[in-house]
Antibody, heavy 120, light 113 residues
């Protein structure tokens, strides 16, 4: 059974960096058949895909254009987790952040979600 | 970006009755080389992450009750709950994974009449 456990701060100051981690159990971040995504949800923006990392002979990343200049998603094979770093945050980045796994077309495993508030 | 528009925004259905939610895509999500529609349906209850119900437009996820079904192709899709149960009260989302950025519909809130 795959489980995704998220960790990170729930409060970030404007202009600072939001950093979250998603620990994977029951699968490998290096899997050749899965991708590892970050999604956020807010009342104003709904569900918004932010980006993904995946391994297919080499590491690949894709990011949403809306955050592309500010986002880094990194896999860590030694800890079997992946992380989200979102720089220069504003109150618009407030929301619930989820990590998810995609495999065979389905987004089948989700982290528990972390509410991140951007406020001074 | 592919825009998904769901209808209606909210829906109230009596227990045991059929519920139908529609999802219209701004462009086709049918990949011609494998004849698969890159569209899924998700259920979200308060305080929980979304849960996959349907993927490839019509494939039911393991463990999902068979009262849930998905249909449609290319740009028009439907999620049907054949006989509404109390535990089906939730917000339902369609989602496309045909093109990046992956996008979601705005959600349909389903309630009991």
């Amino acid at each position: 059974q795959v489980q995704l456990q998220q960790s990170g701060p729930g409060l970030v100051k404007p202009s600072q960096t939001l950093s979250l981690t998603c620990a994977i159990s029951g699968d490998s971040v290096s899997s050749n058949s899965a991708a590892w995504n970050w999604i956020r949800q807010s009342p104003s923006r709904g569900l918004e895909w932010l980006g993904r990392t995946y391994y297919r002979s080499k590491w690949n990343n894709d990011y949403a254009v809306s955050v592309k200049s500010r986002i880094i998603i990194n896999p860590d094979t030694s800890k079997n987790h992946f992380s989200l770093q979102l720089n220069s945050v504003t109150p618009e980045d407030t929301g619930v952040y989820y990590c998810t796994r995609t495999s065979d077309g389905k987004w089948d495993y989700w982290g528990q979600g972390i509410l991140v508030t951007v406020s001074s | 970006d592919i825009v998904l528009t769901q209808s209606p925004d909210s829906l109230a259905v009596s227990l045991g009755e059929r519920a139908t939610i529609n999802c219209k895509s701004s462009q086709s999500v049918l990949y011609s080389s494998n004849n698969k529609n890159y569209l899924g349906w998700y259920q979200q209850k308060p305080g929980q992450p979304p849960k996959v119900l349907i993927y490839w437009a019509s494939t039911r996820e393991s463990g999902v009750p068979d009262r849930f079904s998905g249909s449609g192709s290319a740009t028009d899709f439907t999620l049907t709950i054949s006989s509404l149960q109390a535990e089906d009260v939730a917000v339902y989302y369609c989602q496309q994974y045909y093109g990046i950025p992956y996008t979601f519909g705005q959600g349909t809130k389903l309630e009991i009449k």
